[in-house]
């Protein structure tokens, strides 16, 4: 055999190979990180919505949630029914994200960072892939707006109306007593309160630049916003329109509810939209998987 033809022979055999292994990767094992944290996260939900998830364990090579005779699948944090599985492309994953127990110290970005931020700010509803609505619309009973407003009740909160899930109206009357409680010792809290505004809970929306449900249109999420900022920033995107470093604001310089009200909330399930990098700050919702998921204690489910 001339050195040609051995050489043609070996490109041939090298594509071969190369097609081999690329036709075969969906035979091969996810990586244990990935099912670290997929069996982290299926059994956090499991764990905090133990009432309307049957089981959880590891099936077709993933981790799973049974609920409804269904099977969810992390999917690369997804949640995907089986039947969607392949058109796992169309869809962002949720955020099972790192959640503090206290307000981290502010630090200076990174070039990285900036980049990252600035392109939080160019992005729109049409570029960025919404998040499957499966398993939040089963969990929820909310595949519609229809079906969505036959769970949502009108609450006394803090002596004005709010619309929420019914199936946290319980969490909301007992959070209530807590801050009313904490209010007669407290004059901060006490002055909070008289100076709350408005309070948007239920609301069919999607998230701001996004093709996502918003968890106000789940009625999982209320904003406490007061009559008055008081030249206080509240909510990056707002901010991102008069100060093009939206995330440099100090916390000083943003409008933070009283610390003991932020604990009541949290220690029923509820984060602080404070405690994200795009800052929420009057914003709370119920997310109790994001804190079993990170260790920290709930006075209940």
């Known amino acids: 055999m001339n050195k040609r033809l051995k050489l043609f022979t070996v490109i ?20 244990p990180d990935y099912l670290k944290r997929a069996e982290s996260v299926m059994k956090s939900l499991f764990e905090a919505f133990s009432d309307k998830i049957d089981k959880v364990e590891y099936r077709d090579g993933d981790w799973a949630v049974l609920m409804n005779d269904i099977w969810y699948y992390y999917a690369n944090g997804k949640l995907l029914p089986e039947k969607e599985l392949i058109n796992a492309a169309n869809y962002r994953p949720y955020q099972f994200y790192e959640y503090p127990k206290e307000l981290p110290p502010k630090v200076e970005a990174s070039p990285e960072d900036i980049e990252m931020y600035l392109s939080w700010t160019s992005q729109t509803g049409e570029n ?79 998230i701001a630049n ?12 209320v904003d406490l916003l007061p009559k008055s900022l008081g030249k206080k ?14 995330w440099n604001v100090p916390y000083n ?25 795009m800052f929420d700050t009057m914003h709370f919702e119920y997310r109790p998987e994001v804190f079993i998921l990170n260790g920290l204690p709930l006075t209940e489910k």
């Open 12 to 31: 041939l055999l090298f594509f071969a190979c190369s097609i081999f292994s690329l036709g075969n990767t969906e035979d091969m094992p996810p990586a």
């Open 128 to 206: 960025i892939l919404p998040r499957s609505g499966f398993f939040p619309n089963a969990l929820w009973n909310a595949s519609t707006r229809e079906e969505m407003e036959e769970q949502i009740v009108e609450i006394n909160f803090l002596k004005r109306k709010l619309k929420i899930h019914k199936a946290i109206q319980k969490k909301f009357e007992i959070i209530e007593k807590r801050i009313l409680a904490e209010a007669k010792t407290d004059r901060s809290i006490n002055t909070w309160i008289n100076n709350l505004g408005s309070l948007a809970g239920y609301g069919w929306r999607v």
């Open 210 to 221: 996004t093709q996502s449900r918003s968890y106000h249109s789940y009625g999982l999420a």
């Open 233 to 246: 920033q509240t909510y990056w995107l707002w901010s991102s329109e008069i100060k093009s470093d939206w």
């Open 253 to 277: 310089d943003r409008y933070h509810p009283p610390e003991k009200v932020i604990k009541i909330f949290e220690s029923y399930g509820f984060v602080w939209g404070g405690k994200w990098e």
